[in-house]
């Protein structure tokens, strides 16, 4: 039963790594015509800073979250 999940689970990661490879494959002359500029277009200092700014705000959301959530699983887990 195990050996029967783990080849499913490697057929599974197999065929998602496939795809992902010829999607990129696929994408790469679109982005060769537009000058290698990418799917957002011509990036300045702004967005790179908007953009660093969001990840520092994405990151302390999740950290404070998932913090939150294993309190309340750790006082679940006490009540028990």
């Given at each position: 039963?195990?050996?029967?999940f783990m080849k ?11 795809t992902l ?5 696929l994408?790469a002359?679109a982005?060769a ?6 799917l957002?277009g ?5 967005v790179?800073?908007?953009?660093g700014f969001?990840?520092?705000?994405f ?7 998932l913090s939150i959530?294993q309190?309340?699983l750790?006082k679940r887990?006490?009540?028990k």
């Open positions: 039963m195990r050996t029967r499913f689970a490697r057929m599974s990661v197999f065929s998602l790594l496939a490879a010829l999607t990129l494959l994408a002359p982005m015509e537009k000058g290698g500029e990418g957002y011509k990036t300045d200092d702004k790179i800073t908007n953009f969001g990840l520092m705000i990151f302390t959301v999740l950290v404070v979250g959530g309190s309340l750790e887990k006490q009540r």
